[in-house]
């Protein structure tokens, strides 16, 4: 079984593939798969909409003798201090939609609260674990916004929503809703270039980030083909 990877821009695809020397590209509706070591990675767009597309033209051009044991929603994001540093690595212990649903009088109610739809995928804890043990990286939720966070104000109520939220990026829950669609398990790993707050360009460290990026890549390689061929069809794993 192959790894689907998905970005939001080539420079995140290129990060990724760049652990593993040159990539053969493959066209796929819309997009170009570039395949790397044990990944198939596509820089997939901007926000959960078009990550959501791309991935589900990518998850149904997947020839049948290949079938796609794993999506991963990949690339940098901002992290919530003091859990997640400039230069850390996350993944997401929970994949959360956290501006879906409707403001109200009272405050703002998720799309659970509404009555309908979902807000949350929670990614296989074992293989959470695994990576996190592989890379270094901090467990929590990452949260995935339309509207990348800008102020204080806005910061403190997210974590106020969503307590231990570690990081904040545009893709996942996109990402996840495509792979849920077909049952594919789906993990999300972001690399911080920036701490969630007051807007300050200046102080992103994007090349910083994207080269952490590459690294863990190169970590979690094994785990994921380990994972892929063997624990996901343990019924005794978590």
Known sequence: MR???VTAVPAERDAVTRAFGAPRVRDVPGAEVHRAGPFDVLAG???????AASTAFAL???PASEPYGLVVSAGIGGGFAPAAPVGSLVVASGIVAADLGAETPDG???VTGLGFGRDTFLPPAALVRDVAAATGAVPGPVLTVSTVT????????LLAAHPGAAAEAMEG???A???GRLGVPVIELRAVSNT???RDRGAWRIGEALAALSGAFGKIAPVVESWTQHDRHDPNRD
């Open 45 to 51: 767009g901007a926000g959960p909409a078009a990550a």
């Open 3 to 5: 790894v689907l990877v």
């Open 173 to 175: 829950f996109g990402v």
């Open 150 to 157: 800008g102020s204080a104000a806005r910061t403190a109520a």
């Open 177 to 179: 809703e495509a792979a």
């Open 108 to 110: 703002f109610v998720p």
């Open 196 to 198: 969630v707050g007051p």
């Open 60 to 62: 149904a051009a997947a």
